[in-house]
């Protein structure tokens, strides 16, 4: 499929391999509201093609997908920050009839690390970083957690979104947020070891697989998605959030951060 002029978002199947691009490297991949829109286009594309068997959601540039735009976030009330289109996303890329694999060759943070978490199967380069950095500008990891914490062991959930410490690929393999970390020049082989595993599978085969795997964390997610969704926006819209982000904007510490 061709690229449109200033698409951000590019769909490309292949051997029926449909690969999702975030092309948006000068922004860090952010969740603007241009990616958002084209990202669910290509997925409700990708998921209708009766032709693709297995989903890859990748990048260009340096960064997987560095969360909400916080430039959109800024200023807006709670009913209109971009994390409200979120939950869809994830929903889409859940509750696909189709495995869905992220090959990340660089940082995931926040909503990218959601992304990450609702994806079936996730690889990444060693280079590659997370973090729940949410706390650190005043809002809650809240619309990822509904994705983020079936794939997470307890202990690390809390110390990871609490302290919102950058942490590397091969601890990320370690709590389950991955499922490989490899080096970069084999990432491509490893996205490809896994997709070929998966086109194997017979479709409504793997499509009931996945509906089994989740019948018991997955089916209260839309319910969970909208509170939590609450929360989010909540938080996106308040002093805590506002300063938070016009910290992170002017390179300057927020103001509950202790002098010294």
């Known amino acids: 499929m061709d690229s449109a002029p200033g698409e951000l978002v590019h769909l490309d199947v292949a051997g029926g391999t449909a690969t999702i691009t975030l092309d948006s490297p000068r922004n860090r991949n952010a969740l603007s509201a241009q990616l958002r829109r084209e990202?669910?286009?290509h997925l409700d594309a990708a998921v209708d093609d009766d032709v693709v068997r297995v989903i890859v959601l990748t990048h260009t540039g340096p960064v997987f997908c560095s969360g909400m735009d916080l430039r959109e976030s800024r200023g807006a009330g709670s009913s209109d920050q971009g994390v409200n289109e979120f939950p869809a996303i994830l929903t889409a890329l859940w509750y696909s009839d189709k495995p869905?694999?992220?090959r990340l060759a660089g940082p995931a943070r926040a909503g990218g690390v959601g992304l990450v978490s609702a994806c079936d199967i996730a690889v990444a380069s060693r280079?590659?970083?997370f973090a729940f950095s949410e706390v650190r500008i005043g809002?809650?990891?809240?619309?990822?957690s509904a994705t983020v914490l079936p794939r997470l062991l307890p202990r690390a959930a809390h110390e990871l979104m609490l302290t919102g410490e950058t942490f590397d690929a091969e601890r990320a393999a370690a709590v389950g947020l991955i499922n490989s970390?490899?080096?970069a020049d084999g990432l491509d082989a490893e996205v490809a070891r896994y997709t070929?595993?998966?086109?194997?599978?017979?479709?409504?085969?793997?499509?009931?697989?996945?509906a089994m795997l989740r019948r018991d964390r997955g089916e209260q997610l839309p319910?969970?998605?909208?509170?939590?969704?609450a929360l989010s926006a909540e938080f996106f819209a308040s002093e805590e959030g506002q300063e938070g982000m016009a910290a992170f904007a002017e390179k300057r510490a927020p103001s509950w951060v202790p002098n010294g």
């Open 196 to 210: 070929d595993m998966l086109a194997r599978g017979g479709p409504n085969a793997l499509a009931a697989t996945k």
């Open 181 to 183: 970390a490899v080096d």
């Open 127 to 129: 280079e590659a970083t």
């Open 139 to 144: 809002v809650v990891p809240a619309v990822i």
């Open 39 to 41: 990202l669910s286009a």
């Open 100 to 102: 869905v694999v992220a």
């Open 223 to 229: 319910q969970d998605l909208e509170a939590m969704l």
